[in-house]
């Protein structure tokens, strides 16, 4: 057993309008942010399906996060509304399925809101933590089954690997 603390995965997929700008902005001003979160970016939180957050989280995210545009002010009139809309489902899949809503969440901001960027990937970061790690990670007979379906079918790599520690 490892003496380091755990440190959490965590994967965030943001619009390429606020979301974008505001982790732009964060890093231009110098603001601080957890290293451990690696970011998706989409043409607009509109087009998050679920399948990318669960697929994240199989790719060994221990949380995920969205960042939209402000309700009432997307750059695609209501995408953030479909965005927001699809995480809730995807919350409740989370819950049934085992791996607990909670590692999911959604943030609104505009592109100016550097230090509300911030604070979401902070947040996201310590409530990961407090939870452990995701109950995917130790299932070596999952992991296996799937490197060989990927062997044997010779598919692309399309997102997070895992650590090769485990």
Do not use: W
């Not at 490892?2 to 965590?10: G, H, T």
């Not at 009139?77 to 819950?95: C, T, W």
């Amino acid at each position: 057993m490892s003496d380091k603390p755990f440190e959490p995965e965590i994967t965030g997929f943001y619009c390429l309008y606020c979301g974008y700008m505001a982790a732009d902005t964060a890093g231009a001003l110098g603001i601080q942010y957890p290293a451990n979160v690696k970011f998706v970016r989409l043409p607009c939180t509109g087009k998050t399906d679920i399948r990318y957050i669960l697929e994240a989280f199989e790719q060994g995210a221990d949380g995920v996060f969205v960042v939209a545009c402000p309700i009432g002010n997307c750059h695609h009139v209501r995408g953030n509304e479909r965005g927001r809309a699809r995480v809730k489902r995807a919350r409740k899949i989370l819950d049934e399925v085992g791996l607990g809503g909670e590692r999911l969440d959604m943030f609104f901001m505009s592109g100016s809101q550097a230090n509300a960027f911030a604070i979401a990937a902070k947040t996201m970061t310590d409530r990961i933590r407090a939870l452990g790690p995701s109950p995917l990670k130790g299932k070596d007979e999952i992991r296996r089954m799937k490197d060989e379906e990927t062997e044997d079918n010779e598919i692309e790599f399309r997102g997070r690997r895992p650590h090769p520690s485990r």
